[in-house]
């Protein structure tokens, strides 16, 4: 059973572009990892500034493996001031039960 974690991540507008591209220089890194399946970044249309970031994962455990890697603390070094974000956010995690895609 696939596994999804969303982590909800509110970006005050004045930070939008360079947390974008901090997630573009970073892309390719984490479909290294054992298990991982897809990932998508959600930009949100409007003025919420609530960004998600889903992360696809073959199960709980490649996921955990993940959080735990040296590469995750890579990851995760030089983060955006705290004064980037607004109130809210984090992360869900849900295991896939039913799921529908177009024909190719």
């Not at 889903?54 to 199960?59: C, D, P, S, V």
């Not at 603390?73 to 809210?88: C, I, Q």
């Amino acid at each position: 059973m696939q596994y999804v974690v969303a982590n909800r991540v509110p970006v005050k507008a004045e930070y939008r572009a360079e947390f974008e591209e901090r997630f573009r220089r970073r892309a390719g890194e984490v479909d290294k990892q054992p298990g991982f399946v897809r990932m998508e970044i959600l930009r949100p249309v409007g003025d919420n500034g609530v960004y998600v970031v889903l992360t696809h994962w073959a199960n709980q455990a490649a996921f955990e493996a993940w959080m735990n890697s040296a590469d995750f603390k890579v990851a995760h070094t030089n983060p955006l001031p705290k004064d980037a974000f607004g109130e809210g956010g984090g992360i869900e995690r849900h295991e896939v039960i039913i799921s529908a895609e177009a024909p190719h």
